[in-house]
């Protein structure tokens, strides 16, 4: 996962390979989840996934990042709390997050309310 | 009933007028690419060095297997036949030609599209059923020179290498024949081809080889890349891929005779 992390540095902004693995290797590491850099997709959980998109989505100079319905995306995703914990943790500077939900999932939304996102 | 079958015919004609045309199209655009300084990004050139290490490095040990059998048959059988013929004095001449300018580019090319032609149409059909390619279109990402450039260079760095090894191991096995058979010496067997091979033979060699790099990744790409939006179009994709890609490699083959013999 590491190489579809650090791809669009390497492409879009012709980053070395090495400096953007490292990169991706260090956002990987504030969640945790360094050990994925080795693994392939089919490997992976829904939750990593979803983490890997985020970061890979973090990677491009776009100022807004769309969470589009997180509960689908993520199977079994009881409690969205913790997912925002580790998004909150990857330090997206300069970047604003918008989560895409339909009415139905509002109740599970009700920590979020002071959230900066 | 009669104007129905023209217009059907004339439907063909101009479908497969079209689809060469676009087939063209693309390749044209890919070979702009691969003059393009621009292309070679980081990204790009790791997947070059894997795909150069899956074409043509992973292959080395089956390889080497197949062209020392097929060495030691096919001279054998050419050496028996020389000598069946009483062409003692053209050997040298017709291994080398037999050899350098036919056989290895041709088995090279059948193996590499039989291994690699296949991978590629799958995987590229695969991707784009997946939306994989949308989803790169959708981070900036151009396909052409993070996947297809980076296929196809490896096809033509591969198929070369390949070929000039396979050309070398053929060669080396048809000692043992001559060996054994007309009770050659190496001196004499290594006299008989230097004197046989020509710059032109290296110069076939190579430009086969690179004309079969470029088809065996270009068409498998290019069918993969047309596949249609299901699960079930992945095998007919690859199907058609390698059935087109026989024919280019067979038009290949013909054409190089052609030139040859002008």
Known sequence: ?117 | MIIKFIENIGTKTINSFDSIYEALQFTFLCLIHIVNPRSYNPAMRMVLVKQIYFTAVTIVPLFIVMAFIFGSIIIGVVIALATEYSLQDKIGSIIITFVIDEFAPFFTALLISLRSGTAVNTEIAVMHVNKELNTLKEYNIDIIDYLFLPRIISGVISVTFLSILFALIMLSSGYIFTLFYMNMDFHTYKALLLNAIEVRDLVILLLKSIAFGFVIMMIPIYSGFKTGNSYTAIPISVLNGMVKLFIAIFFIEVLALLLQSL
């Not at chain 1, 890997?52 to 995306?73: C, E, S, V």
């Not at chain 1, 990857?90 to 895409?100: M, V």
């Open chain 1, 1 to 117: 996962m590491l190489e579809n992390i650090a791809l669009i540095k390497e492409v879009i902004e012709l980053m070395p390979t090495q400096e953007a693995q490292n990169l991706a290797k260090e956002e990987l590491s504030k969640i945790n989840l360094s050990h994925l850099g080795a693994y392939r997709v089919g490997q992976c959980s829904s939750l990593e996934i979803f983490y890997i998109m985020f970061i890979r989505a973090m990677m491009t100079k776009d100022t807004h990042i769309l969470i589009d319905m997180p509960y689908t995306i993520i199977d079994n995703l009881e409690n969205i709390d913790e997912v925002i914990d580790n998004i909150q943790r990857l330090e997206y500077k300069n970047k604003k997050i918008f989560i895409l939900d339909t009415v139905n999932h509002e109740s599970r939304y009700g920590n979020l309310d002071n959230l900066d996102l």
